[in-house]
């Protein structure tokens, strides 16, 4: 296991394992797999959620929301999250949604940011304050 503040993890990552995704479930697994302190924005939660009603699963969502809250700290969306969310954005172009899940990261202190989302691939391997960016591919 790795050391230090722990990793963040994109949605993407999470929705890859826990709806086993063909092509990106073993990569998930390796990555949640290497650090013991786990952590995801609440957003998150809703992007699952609303992954659960686009595919007619809901009747899935109160357990994995059970699940993740066992497995992960649940980081809230605060104001200076925002504000550097909205730095990141301008910087490096990313939608809104992956700016803020990344600035939660970053202003957090985390480590690692996994996130499969080809968004964050030119940001592969760079270092945003303390947190290294895990484009997984």
């Not at 595919?55 to 066992?70: G, I, Q």
């Not at 939660?104 to 760079?126: C, K, P, Q, W």
Request: charged share 25%; aromatic share 10%; hydrophobic share 45%.
């Amino acid at each position: 296991m790795a050391k230090g503040k722990g990793a963040f993890y994109d949605t993407n990552v999470l929705v890859a394992f826990l709806f086993r995704e063909e092509g990106g479930f073993e990569t998930a697994s390796k990555a949640l797999k290497k650090h013991a302190a786990r952590a995801i924005s609440v957003i998150s939660i809703h992007e699952i959620h609303a992954y659960c009603l686009k595919f007619s699963v809901e009747d899935r969502f109160t357990k994995l929301k059970n699940m993740l809250h066992k497995l992960f700290k649940i980081t809230p969306l605060d104001q200076n999250a925002c504000i550097k969310a909205s730095h990141i954005r301008k910087t490096h172009k990313l939608p809104e949604m992956a700016a803020l899940i990344l600035a939660t990261a970053v202003h957090g202190g985390f480590n690692h940011f996994y996130a499969f989302d080809r968004d964050f691939a030119e940001l592969d391997g760079s270092k945003l304050e303390a947190t290294v960016i895990h484009y997984l591919e």
